[in-house]
């Protein structure tokens, strides 16, 4: 659904049951000029309306290369499953996400991405998500215990939300409680997304080592993101050692124990990729929930009597199966992988359309989530669809990506949105201050066109 003309929300959106959340409109037609100005603006807005019938849209790109659009679950499937070895990272990712990444896990590819994944992989299997749930129970706890005394007066839930979700990453992979480097760290990654971090017309023209007018200043930030990623593995390397071992220690035995290199790299990596994906969203949800009082309840009645205490959390999470939906629901409407690109290393055919070698191959997981095809109602907030329908195919939901190089965090970050969303609901009533839509941007992630504020109130029992 997109604005009226007036730039406000159609008179029915907020009937029970029909919300749709406003976004930006699909493009009508895609040339070089309405690339160029979408990247400016939003990328979502050139996404081409085409998607949702055509398996393949091809849009030629000057100097002769072209740049084809897949957005069906074969093309999907194809891409990050059958041909992986076909596909690569685009050298765009590497100039936008490598200052903050630098050669951790999100771009490492080969034989040094096998490693990297080997070497986290014991972290998040299964049987540690117990233990991660403690954090993420005590991270909630004092989150509501904050919004609590900030009570009558508009609340940032954005600022909130990456504070929370910071807390989570730091605490249950490095036992770390950050303090003042909370501030700092979110401060940097949230100016970088907001502004080095948007994708370029230059990002994706300019052959790989050649510097964009964006290179200096994201060389700055990469200098300043280092010292502060390394002020954390001092802080960390400072603490007496626990019982338990965390990722520090296994990252420690697979890189050294060096002040910089794959050990800053992967650190810095996970504490944003940890961050930022949990924190947008938890903030969307906030966004649909504002609008939908009667699925506020139902949270909060499913929560009332559980334990979601540190010692709980673990035990309760497999009975939060509303606030789980709504967490799947969130991520349908507003993924965190909005797009996957990928670059050919050799020619194909997919899904009947020539792909010649360097073409530039994206996958919109945002036009996959709002098909009609796929999905009944897409444009609907609707968590009941993850609740009472079967589960959608696997390679028309991607809000982690999929096949091997899928979220290696993914089943964490849905439990830490599911068990924070459940223990918010079970505490308050909130809705938006101000009837102004938030429209989601495209950048690195989907970012918020404009912090709302949010007006909370406790709610009773």
Not at 209 to 237: E, I, Q, Y
Not at 301 to 316: F, V
Request: with cysteine; glycine share 8%.
């Amino acid at each position: 659904m997109s604005l009226t003309a007036s730039g406000t929300l159609p008179a029915d959106a907020h009937a029970p049951g029909s919300y749709a959340p406003p976004v930006p409109a699909l493009a009508e037609r895609v040339g070089w000029l309405t690339l160029l100005g979408a990247f400016g603006r939003n990328t979502l807005e050139a996404l081409p309306r085409t998607c949702l019938d055509t398996p393949a849209v091809t849009i030629p790109l000057p100097g002769g290369g072209r740049m084809v659009l897949l957005a069906t679950p074969a093309g999907a499937r194809h891409v990050l499953l059958t041909a992986t070895e076909d596909f690569l990272r685009l050298p765009a990712g590497r100039r936008v996400i490598g200052p903050i990444a630098g050669n951790g896990l999100v771009l490492a590819d080969g034989e040094a991405w096998r490693h990297q994944r080997k070497v986290l992989a014991p972290a998040f299997t299964p049987r540690t998500l117990p233990l991660m749930l403690r954090f993420v129970a005590r991270a909630a706890e004092e989150s509501c215990r904050r919004l609590a005394e900030g009570l009558g007066a508009p609340a940032d839930l954005r600022a909130e939300m990456q504070r929370v979700a910071l807390d989570i990453a730091t605490t249950s992979m490095f036992s770390l409680e950050t303090g003042t480097l909370g501030t700092e760290i979110r401060t940097l990654v949230s100016g970088y997304l907001d502004r080095l971090g948007k994708p370029t017309v230059a990002d994706f023209l300019l052959p790989p080592g050649w510097p964009t007018p964006s290179s200096p200043r994201r060389a700055l930030f990469r200098r300043r993101w280092l010292t502060t990623v390394r002020a954390v593995l001092a802080a960390r390397r400072g603490q007496a050692a626990g019982e338990a071992r965390d990722l520090f220690d296994l990252l420690v035995e697979a890189h050294g124990d060096a002040p910089g290199g794959l050990l800053a790299d992967e650190v810095g990596t996970l504490i944003v990729a940890g961050h930022e994906t949990t924190a947008s969203t938890l903030f969307w949800a906030c966004t649909l929930l504002a609008r939908e009082p009667a699925v506020q309840d139902a949270l909060a009645a499913e929560a009332a009597g559980l334990d979601l205490s540190e010692e709980g959390a673990a035990a309760s999470l497999p009975h939060l199966r509303r606030a789980r939906a709504l967490a799947q629901e969130t991520l349908r409407l507003y993924p965190p992988v909005y797009v996957i690109a990928r670059r050919a290393a050799r020619a194909s055919v997919i899904e009947g359309t020539e792909i010649p070698q360097g073409s530039i191959v994206m996958i919109p997981t945002w036009v996959l989530h709002r098909n009609p095809r796929w999905w009944d109602r897409p444009e609907i907030f609707d968590p009941h669809r993850f609740l009472d329908r079967p589960e959608p195919d696997r390679f028309v939901y991607l809000p982690f990506g999929a096949g091997p190089r899928i979220c290696i965090g993914a089943q964490l970050a849905l439990a830490e949105a599911t068990l924070v969303l459940a223990r918010l609901m079970r505490g308050f009533r909130l809705s938006c201050d101000g009837d102004r839509p938030v429209l989601p941007v495209a950048t690195t992630t989907l970012r918020p066109d404009h912090v709302p504020r949010f007006r909370l109130e406790r709610r009773p029992g």
